[in-house]
């Protein structure tokens, strides 16, 4: 079984703080991908990694993939309320070649002003 | 920015009956897929298609479930005979490659009463 395990699964921080969601496995992915899913939504995608040690950065948001390709983390700078919601990741495994995506359980962020 | 749209958002249906959830998935893509959400659960898998055919399910994916892209725009999820444990969101996605760039609809929420 192949099991993606997020953590922390809830976050509540003031505006202003630094935040980081990590995502865990024990397998080797092809690639991860970061959504924020709001709720009655369905997931958008943030970004997809594929090599190992490769950051992403997506304005406040910076994403890496471990060098082993098998694990991710998120990171916040100076959180805002509007960053509240929903992260999840998904990984893609290396052997898939039908596009499945593994999700994790999610981390719910909130935001305080 | 092109979208995947999924009809309709609601649905309740009474056990046993079928049901169908419609997708329109973003025109030029190849790999076309059906999640589902159960509430509170991770996002799973239920079905892949390319090529106008299943190329991977998962064990949710039984016989009670079938797929088909009947005139190349449209993307259905057809439930025989619904049960209480079908109650769940149920997210269309399409990607042009397979690996990348996953667009999610926003998702049929399912009630079986």
């Known amino acids: 079984t192949q099991l993606l395990e997020q953590s922390p699964q809830f976050l509540s921080i003031q505006e202003g703080e630094n935040l980081t969601v990590y995502c865990n496995s024990s397998?080797?992915?092809?690639?991860l991908q970061w959504y924020r899913q709001e709720p009655g939504e369905g997931p958008v995608l943030l970004v997809t990694?594929?090599?190992?040690?490769e950051v992403k950065k997506l304005k406040r948001l910076t994403f890496q993939f471990g060098d082993a390709r098998k694990d991710s983390s998120l990171h916040i700078t100076a959180a805002q309320p509007g960053d509240t919601g929903l992260y999840l990741c998904?990984?893609?495994?290396?052997?898939?070649?039908?596009?499945?995506?593994?999700f994790g359980q999610g981390t719910t962020l909130q935001v305080k002003p | 920015e092109p979208e995947v749209t999924q009809t309709p958002s609601h649905q309740v249906t009474q056990m046993g009956q079928e049901v169908i959830l419609r997708c329109v998935p973003i025109?030029?893509?190849?790999?076309f897929y059906w999640y589902r959400q159960i509430l509170g659960q991770k996002v799973e898998f239920l079905v892949s298609?390319?090529?106008?055919?299943?190329?991977?399910k998962s064990e949710i994916f039984d016989d009670q479930f079938s797929v088909e892209r009947p005139d190349g725009s449209n993307f259905t999820l057809k439930i025989r005979s619904t049960k209480l444990e079908d109650s769940a969101m149920y997210f269309c996605?399409?990607?042009?490659?397979?690996?990348?760039?996953?667009?999610f609809g926003s998702g049929t929420r399912l009630t079986v009463v």
């Open positions: 990694v594929v090599t190992g040690g």
């Open positions: 298609f390319y090529n106008n055919e299943i190329s991977e």
């Open positions: 397998s080797v992915f092809s690639s």
């Open positions: 996605a399409s990607s042009y490659t397979g690996t990348y760039g996953y667009t």
């Open positions: 025109s030029n893509h190849l790999y």
């Open positions: 998904a990984a893609l495994l290396g052997s898939s070649n039908t596009g499945k995506l593994i």
